[in-house]
């Protein structure tokens, strides 16, 4: 094992708390209408707004008014992006004259940004303009992040409210969590990136001359663009040479703090956070992922603060931290071992020459940036997943089959360690109702979280939430697994090209979108298939969130007795870690099995 692994995580989670607590403490201020010295300042703003878009930010609203608005706002969401891709070849900011996107890969990228998944299955650089890219996906970035912000604040007013009928305003919190929060973050941290050499422009795209002539070899095609056989029927290769290289331009940094702090994951370019243009540093690499985990670190803090109760949110958060330290260290430590298959062949790959240093960087070096190297690239991933932001500085298909598995599976766990904005505490809120369900179960008590009585309406809605998921993912797996549109689209044989399919599937359900990749995703079947599941695997599961709200809000809080379950102990943080684990185990295990187990397997036979 690396030491530098040690190193890197200690470091990581020390400047973390050391920014989420202060934060937390601001967001539960802020949501709670607190004024301070920045609600002087952007009041003026939040109040025009509020004129403007005629809402009355003093009248609340009970669950379900408060999901129609959340569901209304998206669904406008959703055909904005899809309009502007459709008629950016009309519109301004367009320098490379980019044409319109295809109707199904619109459909599938405006409800993939509208849901905050960012699944991408076109080339930012080479589909998307300017405007595009900030108008369109950009907003969404925002507004996807505070949807799931104003629904887990919705959430938290269930428990800390009670005898009530309403739980907030959905206009108000969005308007606050954009104004408040979002913006101020993105703006520092877009000029910190700025600073590291992060790229915004609006320039047209550089040509520049290479330091030396590159020859390549690639398929001869017509006029028409079909590939020139010979009279055998196989395919002409010409060799060409060049000279000059085009470098994409654009407003990246801009779009690059939002996407790593509302945990979007959508990157301008097709190399997302690899590209030197988005993580030029290794200190931007380390920003990158601290903004990841900034505010669902931060969440935890402001839910403590909101309930009355501080030691509930470090609950929460401990169990989402042991949870990530465990699956970071399995990750770096699959790494660091290399390919089981080249050490079948005797080949070491940690081998070290004559001056002491490593040959290579100590293990499976493939699909990994050397500015990161191993190490980080393993945190990296393990966060990205971790969180439902998506973004990626390595190839997580050139992962080995069990270092692959754990950002697939930490998605499976329905994103609830960390989580994205909003959506990893809520997602983890409803792992605490089930525990303390089965703790009362166990010990023949009616089952309470927070003063609050859990009773059969809210189980159901549990029920429902944590078994959407898995649902979606399963069936939408078999059914590509099948068709003839869904198996076109596999490139990779065998258990490995089964895994790309059942991440693919997981991403998008789970609102993650980062890829495996190896599968030819930008396709119609995909483009459908994964949008429904993005849609469904964002709504299906907010709606029981608010309507556990509205069932919470309306009870009284119970009394403290010898006899209720410690809800901020290490009893209750082991309990939801185990809820959390065994839920993920049970649904999982037998696709797991048949995916990166049996590629692992298969490998380390020689196969």
Request: hydrophobic share 50%; aromatic share 10%; charged share 10%.
């Given at each position: 094992?690396?030491?530098?692994?040690?190193?890197?995580?200690?470091?990581?989670?020390?400047?973390?708390?050391?920014?989420?607590?202060?934060?937390?403490?601001?967001?539960?201020?802020?949501?709670?209408?607190?004024?301070?010295?920045?609600?002087?300042?952007?009041?003026?703003?939040?109040?025009?707004?509020?004129?403007?878009?005629?809402?009355?930010?003093?009248?609340?609203?009970?669950?379900?008014?408060?999901?129609?608005?959340?569901?209304?706002?998206?669904?406008?969401?959703?055909?904005?992006?899809?309009?502007?891709?459709?008629?950016?070849?009309?519109?301004?900011?367009?320098?490379?004259?980019?044409?319109?996107?295809?109707?199904?890969?619109?459909?599938?990228?405006?409800?993939?940004?509208?849901?905050?998944?960012?699944?991408?299955?076109?080339?930012?650089?080479?589909?998307?303009?300017?405007?595009?890219?900030?108008?369109?996906?950009?907003?969404?970035?925002?507004?996807?992040?505070?949807?799931?912000?104003?629904?887990?604040?919705?959430?938290?007013?269930?428990?800390?409210?009670?005898?009530?009928?309403?739980?907030?305003?959905?206009?108000?919190?969005?308007?606050?969590?954009?104004?408040?929060?979002?913006?101020?973050?993105?703006?520092?941290?877009?000029?910190?990136?700025?600073?590291?050499?992060?790229?915004?422009?609006?320039?047209?795209?550089?040509?520049?001359?290479?330091?030396?002539?590159?020859?390549?070899?690639?398929?001869?095609?017509?006029?028409?663009?079909?590939?020139?056989?010979?009279?055998?029927?196989?395919?002409?290769?010409?060799?060409?040479?060049?000279?000059?290289?085009?470098?994409?331009?654009?407003?990246?940094?801009?779009?690059?703090?939002?996407?790593?702090?509302?945990?979007?994951?959508?990157?301008?370019?097709?190399?997302?956070?690899?590209?030197?243009?988005?993580?030029?540093?290794?200190?931007?690499?380390?920003?990158?992922?601290?903004?990841?985990?900034?505010?669902?670190?931060?969440?935890?803090?402001?839910?403590?603060?909101?309930?009355?109760?501080?030691?509930?949110?470090?609950?929460?958060?401990?169990?989402?931290?042991?949870?990530?330290?465990?699956?970071?260290?399995?990750?770096?430590?699959?790494?660091?071992?290399?390919?089981?298959?080249?050490?079948?062949?005797?080949?070491?790959?940690?081998?070290?020459?004559?001056?002491?240093?490593?040959?290579?960087?100590?293990?499976?070096?493939?699909?990994?940036?050397?500015?990161?190297?191993?190490?980080?690239?393993?945190?990296?991933?393990?966060?990205?997943?971790?969180?439902?932001?998506?973004?990626?500085?390595?190839?997580?298909?050139?992962?080995?089959?069990?270092?692959?598995?754990?950002?697939?599976?930490?998605?499976?766990?329905?994103?609830?360690?960390?989580?994205?904005?909003?959506?990893?505490?809520?997602?983890?809120?409803?792992?605490?109702?089930?525990?303390?369900f089965i703790a009362g179960l166990m010990i023949g008590r009616t089952p309470e979280y927070l003063g609050k009585k859990i009773e059969a309406f809210d189980m159901k809605m549990v029920s429902i939430a944590i078994l959407v998921g898995p649902f979606l993912v399963l069936v939408g797996t078999a059914i590509a697994v099948l068709v003839t549109d869904g198996k076109a689209g596999i490139l990779n044989p065998g258990a490995h090209g089964f895994t790309e399919v059942l991440y693919a599937f997981s991403s998008a359900v789970n609102n993650n979108g980062s890829a495996f990749a190896g599968i030819s995703a930008n396709t119609p079947f995909?483009?459908?298939?994964?949008?429904?599941?993005?849609?469904?695997?964002?709504?299906?599961?907010?709606?029981?969130?608010?309507?556990?709200?509205?069932?919470?809000?309306?009870?009284?809080?119970?009394?403290?007795?010898?006899?209720?379950?410690?809800?901020?102990?290490?009893?209750?943080?082991?309990?939801?870690?185990?809820?959390?684990?065994?839920?993920?185990?049970?649904?999982?295990?037998?696709?797991?099995?048949?995916?990166?187990?049996?590629?692992?397997?298969?490998?380390?036979?020689?196969?």
């Amino acid at each position: 094992m690396n030491s530098s692994i040690h190193f890197q995580l200690a470091l990581f989670l020390i400047v973390l708390m050391l920014c989420a607590v202060p934060l937390g403490g601001y967001i539960a201020r802020i949501m709670s209408g607190e004024g301070n010295a920045v609600t002087r300042l952007i009041g003026p703003i939040e109040r025009f707004i509020y004129r403007i878009c005629g809402v009355d930010h003093n009248t609340e609203m009970g669950w379900k008014s408060y999901a129609f608005a959340v569901i209304l706002f998206n669904l406008l969401g959703v055909l904005a992006v899809y309009a502007l891709q459709r008629l950016q070849g009309f519109l301004p900011l367009n320098p490379q004259a980019m044409a319109a996107i295809s109707p199904d890969s619109s459909f599938n990228t405006a409800i993939s940004f509208v849901t905050n998944t960012n699944w991408q299955g076109y080339t930012g650089e080479a589909a998307m303009s300017y405007l595009t890219q900030m108008l369109g996906l950009a907003v969404q970035n925002f507004f996807s992040a505070a949807t799931g912000l104003a629904v887990v604040i919705a959430m938290i007013r269930g428990f800390a409210r009670h005898s009530m009928q309403t739980i907030g305003n959905f206009w108000v919190d969005i308007t606050r969590s954009v104004l408040y929060i979002l913006l101020p973050l993105a703006l520092i941290i877009a000029v910190f990136f700025m600073g590291q050499g992060v790229i915004q422009n609006f320039d047209e795209y550089k040509t520049v001359n290479l330091t030396e002539a590159l020859t390549y070899t690639q398929p001869k095609v017509d006029a028409a663009g079909a590939p020139v056989l010979d009279a055998k029927g196989v395919a002409v290769q010409e060799t060409l040479t060049t000279t000059t290289q085009t470098l994409p331009m654009g407003p990246v940094a801009s779009q690059e703090a939002i996407k790593m702090v509302g945990t979007n994951g959508g990157g301008f370019f097709n190399a997302n956070s690899a590209h030197p243009y988005e993580n030029p540093t290794p200190l931007s690499n380390f920003i990158q992922i601290l903004a990841i985990f900034l505010i669902p670190a931060a969440l935890c803090i402001a839910f403590g603060k909101m309930v009355g109760d501080p030691r509930q949110g470090w609950a929460v958060l401990a169990a989402m931290t042991v949870i990530f330290v465990v699956m970071a260290y399995f990750a770096n430590a699959a790494e660091m071992q290399g390919n089981p298959a080249l050490n079948g062949m005797g080949i070491d790959q940690t081998a070290q020459v004559s001056s002491g240093n490593f040959a290579q960087a100590g293990g499976n070096m493939e699909g990994k940036e050397t500015r990161f190297g191993i190490v980080a690239s393993s945190i990296f991933a393990t966060v990205t997943t971790a969180a439902s932001c998506g973004a990626v500085n390595g190839m997580h298909d050139s992962f080995t089959a069990l270092g692959g598995m754990v950002p697939l599976w930490l998605i499976q766990l329905g994103e609830v360690v960390f989580g994205g904005v909003g959506s990893g505490l809520y997602g983890m809120l409803i792992f605490a109702i089930l525990a303390v369900f089965i703790a009362g179960l166990m010990i023949g008590r009616t089952p309470e979280y927070l003063g609050k009585k859990i009773e059969a309406f809210d189980m159901k809605m549990v029920s429902i939430a944590i078994l959407v998921g898995p649902f979606l993912v399963l069936v939408g797996t078999a059914i590509a697994v099948l068709v003839t549109d869904g198996k076109a689209g596999i490139l990779n044989p065998g258990a490995h090209g089964f895994t790309e399919v059942l991440y693919a599937f997981s991403s998008a359900v789970n609102n993650n979108g980062s890829a495996f990749a190896g599968i030819s995703a930008n396709t119609p079947f995909y483009n459908i298939m994964l949008a429904i599941a993005m849609w469904f695997g964002r709504f299906l599961v907010i709606v029981p969130v608010l309507a556990i709200a509205g069932s919470l809000v309306r009870k009284k809080r119970l009394a403290t007795t010898v006899g209720s379950l410690p809800t901020h102990g290490p009893l209750f943080v082991v309990l939801l870690i185990g809820s959390v684990i065994i839920v993920g185990a049970l649904t999982y295990i037998p696709a797991l099995a048949l995916g990166p187990v049996i590629e692992h397997l298969t490998l380390s036979a020689g196969h």
